[in-house]
């Protein structure tokens, strides 16, 4: 009898798992909403190659054409730049201003066009149209064919999103021509350069470690994000208040943390997911479409680099737009960088790196989504990368010996 009864529970429980499995099967995207996001993140994330759950390996990756651009900076073409923090943007666009077409260069440093010393910190270049600046009469005359922080400073905002590109340029428009910074009528391509995640959030985190701060309130549709949407990881964040010597349990454990999915963030358009209204949706289908946008995003950008790839990131562009640059980009190696000592320690300890990929998730698909379409479009240009070179760099890095550090390390990560 005791038999029967354990073959009947046993058929039910059995029952139960295939309507349970054909459920999600049949409707994915239910199944995905009913999952912890960072539960399933963990479990996707835990190891430490570039090619995460999913991605193909190069043998299974052809060649994809570049994108169609026909640029002209001396017509109607513009250049957008977003630059998402710790991705080396900074020294990318050092590299954008030196470019030229036919051995003359696009830009040139503001020093040069001025006849009394600049006393901005950081120096700004002017790139206006070819033939224009020559015989400038009015204030357009000096319009930048690149829209970035390098030629306008940080006037569409603070590392401004791609929605808030949208928002300034829509601004821009309104206001009368005298009153204008650049063209907002002109034919956008939009650029921008990617990082492993788990590498550019420690970069991240050691930033706002030492007193530095990303504290801005973006904006989408015209709106700024409001306390209620986002709220601020500690108090003061949108007064510019400092998270000087915060742990990164501390930094990991502010769900609202802008260093979270930044590049999914500063990629998608935030417009379809009602922008900062995390309420608007289910969490699961809010993750999905953004995921989603910033991927077609990718895909419709003139282009997109990656840092580790910098040589690369550069033939790519050059053939992309016809222009060559003054001065050639350089990888740096990774033990150059000043995160290295933790980014060694993170790549070998389990849960810290599983809680990084875990909080960042999205982040973690788009890079392996752009750093399979990148390596794609590199193919079709002649040039073959490997796929797990930060891995293998990462795994050479001598290995930290000193016992107090690496308890140090531990304490932290435990706040």
Known sequence: MKAKQLVVVLAVFLAAVCLLLGGTLRHPQQGFQGLDARRLATQT??????????ARTHSQIKPTPLPNVSFDPGGRDSLVFIHIQKTGGSDFLRHLVTVERDHHPLCLPESAASSTPIKRKKERSLCPRPGTAESATRPRDWWPWLISEKTLGWYCGLHPFYSEYKSCIALENSLPERNRK?????????????????????????????????????????KKVRNSEMPPCYPGYYDRETWHNVTLSAFLSCESNWANNRQTFSVADLETVHCFNQKALPRGEREQRLLESAKQNLMRFSFFGITEYQAESAALFEKTFGLKFGQGLEQKPVGSLNSAPMLNSVWNTESAYSRIA???????????????????????????????????????????GDAFKRKRFQKQLRG
Not at 45 to 54: C, D, E, M, N, P
Not at 359 to 368: K, T
């Open 45 to 54: 994330f835990s190891h430490r190659s570039l090619a995460v759950s999913g």
């Open 182 to 222: 650049f063209d907002p009528t002109a034919n956008f391509h939009y650029s921008t350069m990617l990082r492993h995640p788990v590498v550019r959030y420690i970069s991240e985190y050691l930033h706002i470690q030492r007193g530095a701060t990303f504290s801005y309130r973006h904006i989408c549709n015209g």
């Open 358 to 400: 875990a909080a960042n998730h999205l982040d973690m698909q788009l890079y392996n989504f752009a750093l399979e379409l990148f390596a794609a479009r590199l193919l079709a240009i002649g040039i073959e990368i490997d796929l797990d070179s930060i891995t293998k760099e990462v795994q050479l890095l001598p290995s930290d």
